[in-house]
């Protein structure tokens, strides 16, 4: 099988600076959503060669998204073609394990002196803990968040950012009426029904619960027809989850409820107008959880030899330090997962406050749950399907639609 590598001019000049190739050692690694972590790995690409010039990084087309992630190692593992290294979603790392693809890094972490002086803190090792051991290094965490342009809130005399979904909508009814027929749009599409999940977490509720559905009782309602009121009453249109960002970042909608991660990417592309970022708004009351999202370096790697592998942990431990931490924050929006970052956006945070927004939510990190079992990813698939059916207005009888919902996923789970 061939693959297709990443090859833009800035890897392919730091991919220069090696030893010679009889000395190189040459490592893959795989990771997601190109439009967010290229920049990252240009920036953490030539401070990781400064320090190990005799390992070679290739990277593979990116992954779409975290599903494709998934999917496209679990095929590769069959043939014993993965990657050395992936980057997988914080709620697809169970899977890696169960399949017994993603290697534990206990007999890593053992050689090493102090893991927790190098900033790996307890509470980030349990985001990749599985059955007792280390499979996964968180590389970059987020948060949902709202975007706004602030010219346009100030057109439609809106002086304050909403607090709750309520205020949302009534806001979408001024901005209407100064002008903008569309004026929001809400990441119900992004990965892993993550919105889904951050609407039942807002209410202390998780989606699963002892394995089995948990959203067929109040909470589970109340997201839907949550979710109902913001696409009906702000006329949201169905975007493509590539082009979700792209109207906002033209200035023709106000309000833009995504992941903290486009902080970076959304000022790059914006328009001529004043963008702030805010809390998540809550369902009448503050959230009381939202989901983690985000992904952790998994060693996933088919090779028996072990210079590759102990390369292949070198990169692993190096874009998860504090530096890796650092270049995730400055060039996306996730937050630093490791505390030895801290210290380095101490300044930055002053100068960048909306890449801090999501940085004042973290103590409501709550799990993003996977769907268990070998239908993880269909339950997926069929949440989607029937969220996307509130969208475009077919479903209109929430209670109707939450009993389908919950027959179908409870016939997928285990």
Known sequence: ???????????????????????????????????????????????????????????????????????????????????????QGLNRQALMVEKGIAKSFEPFIAKEADMSKDGYHEAMLALGT??????GLPFAVSLP??????????????????????????????LREAGYKNPLFWGWNITGNWFFQALMWSQGAPILKDGKVNFDGPEGLATLETMKKLFRGCNMLNLPIGDAGKP?????????????????????????????????????????G????????????ASEDSEVIDAAWKF???????????????????????????????????????????????GLLSDWIAYPGDNGLAVTQ????????????????MAALQEEMVEEVTDLLP
């Open 248 to 288: 906002f970042a033209a200035g023709e909608i106000a309000m833009h409820f995504w992941s903290t991660s486009a902080v970076g990417a959304i000022e790059r592309a914006k328009g001529d107008f004043e963008l702030q970022t805010g809390e998540f708004p809550g369902m009448g009351e503050p959230p009381k």
């Open 145 to 174: 968040v709202g975007y706004y342009n602030m010219d346009a809130l100030a057109k439609a005399g809106i002086t304050t950012l909403p607090k709750t979904w309520d205020e949302v909508v009534d806001n979408c009814g001024k």
């Open 1 to 87: 099988m061939k693959f297709k590598f990443v090859r833009t001019a800035i890897f392919a000049g730091s991919l220069a600076v090696f030893a010679s190739a009889a000395q190189a050692v040459t490592i893959e690694v795989g990771y997601p959503y190109s439009a967010l972590f290229d920049v990252t790995f240009q920036r953490i690409l030539p401070l990781f060669n400064e320090q190990h010039p005799d390992i070679e990084v290739k990277f593979r087309a990116t992954y779409d998204n975290y599903e494709d992630a998934t999917n496209t190692v679990l095929r590769e593992a069959v043939a014993g073609q993965q990657p050395d290294v992936s980057f």
């Open 130 to 135: 599985f059955n007792d051991e280390v499979h």
């Open 382 to 397: 069929v949440i989607y399907d029937m969220l996307e059916t509130i969208v475009t207005g077919d479903a209109d009888d």
């Open 316 to 362: 692993i431990k190096f874009c998860t330090s504090g530096v890796g931490a650092a270049a995730v924050a400055e060039t996306t929006g996730y937050m630093p997962p490791n505390k030895a970052a801290n210290d380095l956006l101490a300044d930055f945070y002053k100068e960048n406050p909306n890449k801090q927004t999501a940085v004042r939510q973290a």
């Open 290 to 301: 939202l989901p983690a999202g985000g992904n952790s370096a998994m060693l996933v790697s």
